[in-house]
């Protein structure tokens, strides 16, 4: 994966983003080596020069700009209270690169040091090695982990996310989000509804692999709510 440099990596809203809940967010790469065949990027290319998946950048001086960034005494105007998300709906900052580049790991070790509330949506299990982080960063300051998945069914994920983590790894960290008891407060699992119709029955869902039966919330999303976890749901 090639590198880039840029002048300014946080994106600062002025009011909330009805998406992702939060105030703020950035992406550390352009682009995304999990290649989802519903993914908009692969179309909109949104300034990624060639193929959205195999063209993919990193912003190499990401933690530079953001020490700059996220500094309080470098701002004039305090951040509106909310989440920082770290990633996008098209980029995961988790895929395959960031496990020899570590560039995510390395922004959270920055967010140390200047705390604030973070959301985190990925298709990886390679978050689970930044475990460790997010639970010391949940002391301080709220973490949540969103988990997006679009099938239980492995061969059908193989095709629509050939490059993320099959859904057993993507649910472990689920599993392990829930096993924290309190590092981790909500879980987020984006649906394709029409493949799940077999895990249905009425207002419940049933996860076989974590062997927990979720309760249909109505809400802004359609929720599930499992224990101390809360699973949201997006129909496409």
Known sequence: MKPIRSKSVLIKRKSLDSWFISRAGMNLYRGCAHDCIYCDG???TYRVDGDFA????????AVDVLTRELDPRRRRKPFNPGYVFIGGGVSDSWQPAEKELKLTRRVLELIKVFPYPL??????????RDFDLLTA???????????SLSSVDEELSAILEPGASPPAERLEVVRRAIQTHGSYRTSFIQLIANFFHQFLAGNSFFIPRLGLTCHLVQGFFHTFQVSQCQFCVNDF
Do not use: F, G
């Not at 195999?54 to 001086?61: C, L, P, Q």
């Open 119 to 128: 959301l985190l949506l990925t298709k990886s299990s390679l978050i689970l």
């Open 54 to 61: 195999r063209d993919a950048v990193y912003k190499e001086n």
């Open 137 to 147: 960063l949940n002391a301080e300051c709220r973490v949540t982990v969103a988990v």
């Open 42 to 44: 692969r179309s909109e």
